[in-house]
């Protein structure tokens, strides 16, 4: 018993630790520098230096010009998300996974065995089981985390700021990221103005969800 929890409570680890702490390890993790850990590995594949959270080219872009050479350009379209953006999206996923997986254990665990093993009984492989049992019983669970990282994405603040580069302010900024900014250089009518809208916008986007998913959430 004891292993299974020190094991769970390694991937909780980054969800209870100070976002900013965790930012700041991710930036270094990330660092445009020929030293940084993610660089290092990507030498290991015989891949050349990433700037990382200061590129703002496309991941396929980057990957055609690798093959291709410099002068390849994709259309925007088909750039993929910018570089610095797919390492905000690998830094929530690792904050974000253990929570997650968590609250999915506390919804697979009130799944009743019984259900399961009597479609065992009547032939059904697992993934008849996961599809048609499972699934549909845990379909509050996902709906609420779905709520809440749509929620988390458009509030997303402290982790942005510190990982965004300053030299390129906006190209990775959310809106709470702008209201800040806009706070901090006297505009506090704009930025109360802009966190209404927001709040619309996060209030909207949650009725519009909970009405897409009234058909699809089984509550029992």
Do not use: C
Request: zero cysteines.
């Amino acid at each position: 018993g004891g292993q299974p929890r020190s094991v769970g409570a390694v991937f909780f680890i980054p969800y209870i630790a100070p976002v900013t702490a965790t930012a700041v390890v991710f930036s270094v993790i990330f660092s445009p520098r020929d030293s940084s850990p993610a660089n290092q590995f990507i030498h290991l594949l015989g891949l050349p230096t990433q700037r990382w959270l200061v590129e703002q080219r496309g991941v396929f872009e980057i990957i055609a010009q690798l093959i291709g050479g410099r002068q390849t350009q994709l259309p925007p379209i088909l750039a993929g998300p910018q570089l610095h953006l797919l390492a905000a999206i690998l830094f929530a996923v690792w904050v974000y996974s253990g929570y997650d997986a968590v609250i999915f254990l506390a919804g697979l665990g009130a799944v009743p065995r019984d259900l399961i093993e009597s479609a065992q009984v009547d032939g059904a492989n697992r993934w008849m089981n996961f599809r048609h049992i499972i699934f549909p019983l845990i379909s509050p669970t996902t709906f609420f985390l779905s709520i809440l990282a749509i929620i988390g994405t458009i509030k997303a603040l402290d982790s942005i700021y510190v990982l965004r580069d300053p030299n390129s302010r906006g190209a990775m900024d959310t809106a709470t990221v702008y209201i800040f900014d806009q706070i901090r250089q006297g505009n506090r009518p704009y930025a109360a103005a802009t966190g209404f809208v927001v709040f619309g916008i996060i209030l909207i986007l949650t009725l519009v969800q909970n009405r897409l998913s009234r058909d699809q959430v089984f509550y029992g």
